[in-house]
């Protein structure tokens, strides 16, 4: 056996393992790197062109567990002699058992802005398929416009 196949017969012959590892790492880089733009001045608001809801109904339910079990059946706004606006809502149970919501309402001025006149949650009970009212009177003749609001006993 010639002396240089020793040197040179494990080089050609011997099958080359590949490592898959820095293949992988340049993979989990590369969006890294192409996501690098830079943005310059002010982002859009998500969703800028839709209304919020709160800003336009009297009524809402502020998570997916009210929306399956509560409704709104009417909604009574009078003023008081003070000038004060009075609220009440006909909230009823759409569940065939017994719940536990919480209820409050934000009073706001005649352009839709709500300006600290807002009630504490109060927690209203509702029977079977029960109906039951809540009434919500502003602190001051400020109040032109509201939202009553209703979410998950906590």
């Known amino acids: 056996m010639p002396w240089y196949s020793s040197v040179i017969n494990p080089l050609i012959f011997k099958p080359m393992k590949l490592s898959w ?19 310059r001045g002010a982002y859009a608001p998500l969703h800028a062109t839709e209304p919020s809801l709160e800003n336009q109904a009297g009524f809402v339910l502020l998570d997916r567990y009210t929306q399956q079990s509560v ?35 934000v009073f706001k001025d005649e352009q839709g802005f709500a300006y600290g006149d807002e009630t504490p949650f109060q927690t209203l009970i509702l029977t079977e398929n029960a109906t039951e009212s809540v009434q919500f009177a502003s602190m001051s003749d400020r109040a032109k416009k509201y939202t009553i609001r209703v979410r998950q006993a906590r």
């Open 21 to 39: 590892t820095p293949l992988w790492i340049a993979a989990a880089c590369l969006p890294l790197v192409a996501g690098c733009a830079s943005h």
């Open 71 to 105: 409704t709104c059946t009417g909604i009574q706004v009078t003023h008081l002699p003070d000038g004060r606006l009075q609220v009440a809502a006909q909230v009823l149970n759409l569940e065939r058992k017994r719940i536990q919501v919480q209820v409050n309402c």
